[in-house]
């Protein structure tokens, strides 16, 4: 077979050369870039009145807000710094047709509306206008649910009403918790949370705030041996009947916090004090009695304790925007405090 050499000159131009069919593409046309600018153009048009919807939208529902004097404070508008938060909240309210993002947006604006200064509060609601958009309701919900779990206490006096409000708050959360890291990550990227080295387990989660309502209580024995030198008075003050047992005793209180407080009252010294709470530590319900004995008026809580345990849910720390933000989200709930408790 003889080789046969083959030379070419392009000269300017562009040489190819194939021993078989050969397409050759040199990029689209100017008529392909025509149709394609138009198409785009047709597009942005569709955008373009979907956000001109959503503001009229955004515009309607702060009116709402306005009709009601306990809500939006008109006072707000006012203050240039609250219309710039406003027209910003617009503009996210714009970008998105997710419900949940809209109703955090527009409760943010009626939290800011209520602040007549420019203090820490104020600013941290400035900040979680911006971090609402960028959140999807995983977050939402991770960051309402460590925000029950570490950093409020119901009023409660009984397992039934703390179930009542596990009920309303706690348990509509569930469904939209996220069992990937990365929904943890993603907060944490975003300055809402940080994932701590340590954990809290749901269990003693619940039993540092109500550890008083899952109690097995003392028997008359115990009782005679740790307040041998107690008065009648102090004894009555601290001590009350089992709630989960009348034939024994607990102490009267849901936490340590409260028993030191409630003990400070009595001639009972510090010390004797913490060493009653502890030895009070001992009968608290395992984790498989909480769920066995609350199943039946929270039946979630096994998943709510799963949920806890198996995420970083249980490593998370709130910054002050996160806490603003799940305390906002969960508020749909009927959760209702002074936001001011938390950030000061």
């Not at 800011?112 to 977050?139: C, F, M, Y």
């Not at 705030?209 to 209580?217: Q, R």
């Not at 004797?272 to 809580?301: C, H, K, M, Q, R």
Request: proline share 2%; hydrophobic share 40%; charged share 20%.
């Amino acid at each position: 077979m003889s080789e046969i050499e083959q030379e070419q000159n392009a000269g300017t131009g562009l040489a190819v050369q194939s021993g078989r069919d050969t397409t050759f593409n040199q990029g689209i046309t100017v008529d392909q870039v025509c149709m394609l600018l138009d198409s785009m153009s047709a597009n942005m048009k569709l955008g373009v009145a979907l956000m001109d919807d959503r503001f009229k939208e955004f515009k309607l529902e702060v009116m709402k807000r306005l009709d009601d004097e306990a809500a939006l404070q008109r006072e707000a508008f006012k203050d240039p710094d609250f219309l710039y938060v406003l027209a910003k909240a617009q503009h996210q309210y714009a970008r998105t047709d997710d419900t949940v993002r809209h109703k955090n947006l527009l409760d943010l604006i009626v939290l800011r509306s209520k602040q007549n200064e420019s203090g820490r509060l104020a600013l941290t609601l400035n900040d979680a206008v911006d971090k609402a958009s960028v959140l999807t309701r995983n977050e939402f919900a991770e960051l309402s649910m460590c925000f029950l779990i570490r950093n409020t206490q119901f009023k409660t006096q009984s397992i039934q009403e703390l179930s009542t409000h596990l009920n309303r708050c706690l348990v509509p959360l569930l469904d939209d918790i996220s069992v990937e890291h990365s929904s943890y990550t993603y907060l944490e990227s975003h300055s809402c949370a940080s994932i701590d080295i340590t954990s809290l387990e749901f269990r003693n989660a619940l039993l540092h705030s109500y550890g008083g309502l899952f109690s097995k209580g003392f028997d008359n024995d115990w009782v005679t041996t740790h307040f041998a030198g107690a008065s009648d008075g102090d004894r009555i003050q601290l001590l009350i009947p089992c709630l989960n047992d009348s034939s024994k005793v607990q102490l009267a209180a849901l936490s340590r916090h409260l028993f030191l407080e409630k003990g400070a009252l009595t001639s009972v010294n510090p010390d004797n004090l913490n060493s009653l709470y502890t030895a009070f530590e001992g009968t608290f319900w395992t984790e498989a009695e909480i769920i066995e004995n609350l199943s039946p008026l929270v039946p979630d809580i096994a998943r709510a304790f799963e949920l806890w345990n198996t995420t970083a849910l249980k490593n998370l720390i709130l910054t002050s925007v996160g806490t603003a933000l799940g305390y906002t989200n969960v508020a749909q709930f009927g959760f209702d405090a002074d936001l001011s408790i938390w950030i000061k």
